[in-house]
């Protein structure tokens, strides 16, 4: 009996301790703060647990006591620091609502005491203004070393003569004409590495056997893809142009040039030797609706796209249709029109502007949810841009950035990009609404803390 009084004594005792404690930990936050009532909240619960297992009996009540878990210890901390919950991903509705106002982290230096809770080796960073982000991350991550750039573009150069050279030797029945570079390699648009580059195969079309048909006048009603189709037959009878084997329906069918293209890259020509010769290893791609080479180097891998090319005029049709649509259509290119315009304007003013989208375009390549923003797209994001901003001083870098993020958020709550060379065009036209609500979203979150997207690009 006396045992079991002087048992309850202790218990007792300890309950009174424990209830000393508690009180401490729940004023605690009033007193020291946020962060000293965290540190005193964790030596007193170890201090706790310390008294518990030495004034306790071993009892079977003390003994469950004994096995709580570090997770409900960690629950008492609830009383200094709610948990906060992630925020709901807005829909397409939601991004048309006020953009958030964006905090200069300048402003963040100017007052310190905001900072209370972040962690003192980041401080450095956070100091540092957008603008300043913006220039280290494109001379860090963005920017090509000049040799890694020359050496691909050498390298793209000797496989193009090669590839030249065999099509004339081989096929001299198809008129293809002198093939060309391009791309963004080619234009020094290339960022991150030099590992991209386009092969343009001009097309001679016979002026009088051929006619462009607009995409408006078609069944897919798609003012960017047109139709080339055969004219004069009952005059110029099939066989009069060497490019009437691609007809299909009495059109030029860019599908059935693709796959005569592709089994000429992938079984007529002796890739070893090119690529032995070129101190290099050549492969075609496997599927036949791509025109692909992969080009293997020590120092660089390049990924060739090559693309038969008609010009009428001032339009550039590639042999690039849209998947599962009519085979027949040729997509018209913007891309020499984009890059010339792009240079005449920087060259005008010394601007930013090339700056600004190699960023982008680094930014848009290794965020997990961006992929899809392609150069094209963010190219006619900023020439439309450059229509209502013209200072482009460098000293406005940071300031361009922001505004492109608002801009691509607009368009693709519209889910329409228009062409900034035609307006009826909408760029976006091939995105799924699956897609385009994934990069609203990820793009809207970063409105009020744009070098979150340097962040998660430069993580990957």
């Not at 006020?98 to 100091?127: G, K, N």
């Not at 386009?198 to 006048?217: N, Q, S, T, V, Y």
């Not at 069944?219 to 099939?238: A, H, S």
């Amino acid at each position: 009996m006396a045992e079991f009084i002087h048992k309850q004594g202790k218990r007792q005792d300890d309950r009174g301790l424990g209830s000393v404690i508690d009180f401490l930990l729940a004023n605690t936050r009033l007193v020291l703060g946020v962060s000293g009532a965290a540190v005193l909240a964790i030596a007193t619960l170890v201090v706790k647990r310390m008294i518990d297992r030495a004034t306790s009996s071993p009892d079977e009540d003390d003994a469950k006591a004994e096995q709580k878990s570090i997770e409900e210890s960690w629950q008492d901390l609830n009383l200094l620091k709610a948990p906060q919950k992630p925020p709901k991903k807005p829909s397409r509705e939601d991004l048309s609502e006020p953009l958030p106002v964006t905090q200069p982290a300048q402003e963040l230096c100017e007052h310190p005491a905001s900072l209370e809770t972040l962690c003192i080796e980041s401080r450095p960073l956070l100091c540092l203004t957008l603008q300043e982000k913006l220039l280290s991350y494109y001379n860090n991550h963005v920017a090509i070393p000049e040799p890694e750039a020359a050496l691909g573009r050498q390298l793209a150069k000797d496989v193009c003569v090669e590839l030249q050279n065999f099509l004339q030797n081989k096929y001299p029945e198809l008129p293809f004409g002198r093939m060309v570079l391009s791309g963004s390699l080619h234009n020094d648009l290339q960022v991150v590495a030099a590992d991209h580059v386009d092969f343009l195969l001009p097309m001679a079309l016979e002026a009088a056997l051929w006619k462009l048909i607009p995409g408006e006048d078609t069944v897919v009603k798609t003012p960017q893809f047109w139709m080339i189709r055969r004219t004069d037959l009952e005059y110029f009878p099939r066989g009069s142009s060497p490019w009437d084997r691609f007809l299909v329906g009495g059109y030029l069918s860019s599908n059935a040039l693709s796959e005569t293209i592709h089994k000429i890259l992938e079984t007529s020509i002796n890739w070893p030797a090119i690529g032995s010769m070129l101190e290099c290893v050549i492969r075609p791609t496997v599927a036949p609706e791509d025109l692909k080479l992969e080009v293997e180097h020590c120092q660089v891998q390049l990924n060739v796209a090559l693309y038969p090319v008609v010009k009428v005029e001032d339009k550039v049709l590639l042999a690039k249709p849209p998947r599962g649509l009519v085979e027949n259509l040729w997509q018209q290119s913007f891309y020499a029109a984009e890059v010339s315009r792009l240079k005449d304007l920087d060259a005008g003013d010394s601007g930013v502007r090339k700056l600004c989208l190699k960023i982008w375009k680094a930014v848009c390549r290794d965020h997990p949810s961006l992929g899809r923003l392609t150069g094209s797209h963010l190219t006619h994001v900023l020439l439309h841009l450059s229509e209502m901003e013209l200072d482009w001083a460098e000293a406005t870098l940071a300031t361009r950035f922001q505004q492109m993020i608002e801009e691509l958020v607009g368009y693709l709550e519209k889910g329409f990009l228009p062409c900034y060379f035609n307006s009826r065009i909408n760029l976006f036209h091939e995105l799924l609404e699956e897609e385009i609500d994934e990069m609203g979203y990820a793009l809207y979150s970063a409105v009020s803390e744009p070098a979150l997207l340097l962040k998660e690009s430069a993580c990957k």
